[in-house]
C-alpha cells in the first residue's frame, strides 16, 4: 500500500462520507409483531448510519411470505454491487451494505459466498461487527458460524427447536405426544407433561416383566399384550412387534429418554425400574444374538443408505442364521452390488462420524462469541418488553376509568361496551405480543451447544447404542449416503457437512503445528484461504 508521508491538507476520509445501501429483510408474519417491522429495522439502520457517518444510496427491502419466500431485492442487490465492483475506483460509489444481523442477510451458505466474493464490506448493526476483505481472520470466522446457525434455523432439522421442544427437552420434559402408557396432561405452571396412564401403564409394567422371563421371544410378548388388552391409546390397535420392541427398549417407562440423539433425565414419574429394564435389555441381547431370538432382531441400516450403483434401497438379510448381510434391492433391474457385512458398513460410520468430534476448547470458543450476540438480542427484548408493559397498563387504565364513568352514568352502557370492546381488543393483542416475546429467547443459542456437543459425542454415542438408536443418529447426521463395493460414501447433513470439513482442516493443522497459540486463528483463516491460493 503507497502512503503519502506528508499531508497539506487533513485526511479526506474524514469530510468524506462513505456511501452503504441498507438491506432489509422481514417475514410477512414478523412484520404484524412490534421491533421486528420494516420500520423498526430501517430507523435501526438509519441512525446506525448516521452514527458511523455512511451516506446511505438505496435501501432494498425483502417482505417473505409463505407464498411468496424469494428474494427479489436480494438479487437486486447483489446486481447492484457486482455492477459497482466492476467501475473504475474513483467512479466506484458504494462498496458497504448495512444490515440488522446475519440471519436477516443470508439465508444460506451459497448467500455467503456470493457476498464474500463481491469483496464488499457489511457492517451488522445489532452484532456490532463490520466484516471486510480485510477483516481478522477470526472475526470472518464468527461471522460464517453466525451464517451456519441461521441457516440451521431455517431448514427442517430445526423445526424440533422452533417448537421449542429441545428446551423442553432440556428441562428434562418429554417434548412430544406421549407414548403408550403416559397421558399428556398439564403440570404446574401450565407446562405440558407425561404421567401414567391410569389403564396401561400397569400393563407396560406387565410386558416388562413377561419379557424379562426371558423364555418369551416377542412374539409371545404379543400375543401376551393382547391377552391382556393392552392396546394403542388413540386408535385401540394391537401393539406389533415393532411397537413392542420400541417399548421395551425405550428407556422412559423408568425415567430417562432419547431426543434428538440425546438421553435426557426426565421429569415425569416412571413406571418401572432401571433394574427391570436393564434386564429386558440383557434378554434381548442374548435373544438377538441367538438363531431363536432373530425375529426380534433391528436392522441398523436400513433406511440409512441405498445403493451406489443404482439407488436402489439397501436391505439386510440374515445369513446362516446369525450373520447379517446387507444389499441392493435390484429393483431397477441387474445391479453389480455385492452383499456386505453389517459390522464392515457399521465400522465406516463409526470412522465417519469421528470427522465431526469437535474439540472441546473450540466449543467453548464458539460459545462465547454466541454469546456475545445473544447479550444484545436480550438487551433488545427487555426494551421491546418494557414498552409493551407501558402500552398495557395505560390501556388497563383507560378501561378502569371508563368503567368508573359507566357506573357514574358519564357514558350510556352502548358506549361504554363498544368502546371497551375495542380496548380489551388492544389489550390482548398487547400480551399476546409479551407472550410471543418472553418464548424461544436464548433457545437459538442452547440449541447450537446442543448441536456442537451432540456432534462431539456423536461418535462415541454410537458405538453404546442400541440398533434403533443407532439408527435415528444416523438419520439426524446424514441424508443420501450410498454404499456399493464395500465402501460407504456417508452424505452429512446441514450444517453437519460444514462442521466436518472444518474440523478436519482444524485437527490437521492441529497436528502440523508447532506453535500452538495461534492455531485458533489458523482454522478460522479456513474460510479465507477458500478465496486464495494456498501458500
Ligand atoms: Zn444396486
Not at 337 to 365: M, P
Amino acid at each position: 500500500m503507497r502512503t503519502k508521508r506528508f499531508q497539506a491538507t487533513p485526511e479526506p476520509s474524514k469530510s468524506l462520507k462513505t456511501s452503504a445501501v441498507i438491506y432489509i429483510r422481514v417475514s410477512s408474519k414478523e412484520q404484524q409483531q412490534e421491533g421486528f417491522s420494516l420500520d423498526a429495522q430501517l430507523k435501526l439502520l438509519m441512525d446506525y448510519a448516521q452514527k458511523r457517518n455512511l451516506e446511505v444510496l438505496a435501501t432494498y427491502l425483502d417482505v417473505e411470505s409463505a407464498k411468496c419466500p424469494g428474494r427479489s431485492e436480494f438479487g437486486r442487490l447483489v446486481s447492484f454491487l457486482q455492477a459497482q465492483a466492476k467501475l473504475p475506483q474513483d467512479k466506484c460509489l458504494c462498496r458497504t451494505v448495512l444490515v440488522e444481523k446475519t440471519d436477516r442477510f443470508y439465508r444460506n451458505l451459497q448467500d455467503l459466498t456470493t457476498i464474500r466474493n463481491l469483496g464488499v464490506t457489511i457492517h451488522l448493526a445489532k452484532e456490532s461487527q463490520v466484516i471486510s476483505p480485510d477483516s481478522k481472520s477470526h472475526e470472518t470466522f464468527s461471522h460464517g458460524l453466525n451464517v451456519l446457525i441461521a441457516e440451521r434455523f431455517s431448514n427442517n432439522l430445526s423445526e424440533e427447536v422452533k417448537k421449542g421442544m429441545l428446551e423442553k427437552a432440556q428441562q428434562g420434559l418429554w417434548p412430544s405426544s406421549a407414548p403408550v402408557g403416559y397421558l399428556n396432561v398439564e403440570g404446574p405452571n401450565r407446562k405440558k407433561i407425561i404421567q401414567p396412564d391410569p389403564v396401561r401403564a400397569p400393563l407396560i409394567k406387565l410386558m416388562f416383566e413377561f419379557y424379562a422371563k426371558g423364555n418369551n421371544s416377542l412374539k409371545d410378548a404379543g400375543e401376551e399384550a393382547s391377552r391382556i388388552g393392552l392396546a394403542h391409546r388413540k386408535s385401540g390397535n394391537k401393539l406389533n412387534k415393532s411397537a413392542l420392541y420400541d417399548v421395551l427398549t425405550n428407556p422412559i417407562y423408568y425415567g430417562d429418554f432419547h431426543w434428538m440423539g440425546i438421553t435426557y433425565n426426565g421429569t415425569h414419574e416412571p413406571i418401572i425400574t432401571k433394574e427391570l429394564f436393564d434386564k429386558v435389555q440383557r434378554t434381548m441381547d442374548r435373544r438377538s444374538s441367538c438363531p431363536t431370538g432373530r425375529q426380534s432382531r433391528d436392522f441398523q441400516f436400513q433406511g440409512v443408505m441405498t445403493c451406489s450403483y443404482c439407488g436402489c434401497a439397501m436391505v439386510a438379510e440374515i445369513k446362516k442364521e446369525k450373520y447379517v448381510y446387507y444389499h441392493c434391492t435390484g429393483n431397477k433391474g441387474k445391479c453389480p452390488g455385492k452383499y456386505a457385512r453389517e459390522e464392515l458398513i457399521d465400522q465406516q460410520f463409526a470412522q465417519s462420524l469421528g470427522q465431526i468430534s469437535i474439540d472441546n476448547d473450540v466449543i467453548k470458543w464458539i460459545v462465547s462469541v454466541m454469546q456475545r450476540s445473544t447479550a444484545e438480542d436480550r438487551r433488545q427484548q427487555e426494551e421491546q418488553l418494557k414498552s409493551l408493559s407501558q402500552q398495557k397498563q395505560r390501556l388497563e387504565d383507560r378501561l378502569d376509568t371508563m368503567y368508573g364513568d359507566k357506573l357514574d352514568n358519564v357514558i350510556t352502557e352502548d358506549d361504554y361496551k363498544r368502546r371497551s370492546n375495542k380496548f380489551r381488543g388492544e389489550l390482548s393483542d398487547i400480551k399476546f405480543k409479551m407472550e410471543q416475546l418472553g418464548q424461544g429467547k436464548g433457545e437459538n443459542i442452547d440449541s447450537a451447544v446442543r448441536l456442537l456437543e451432540l456432534s462431539q459425542k456423536a461418535a462415541s454415542l454410537y458405538l453404546k447404542q442400541i440398533p434403533s438408536e443407532k439408527r435415528e443418529l444416523l438419520n439426524l447426521v446424514y441424508s443420501n449416503s450410498t454404499f456399493g463395493s464395500g465402501e460407504l460414501r456417508p452424505n452429512f447433513r446441514k450444517p453437519f457437512d460444514l462442521l466436518a470439513v472444518t474440523n478436519m482442516e482444524y485437527q490437521r493443522q492441529k497436528a502440523t503445528s508447532h506453535g500452538k497459540s495461534d492455531l485458533f486463528e489458523k482454522w478460522y483463516a479456513r474460510q479465507d484461504s477458500n478465496l486464495r491460493p494456498t501458500a
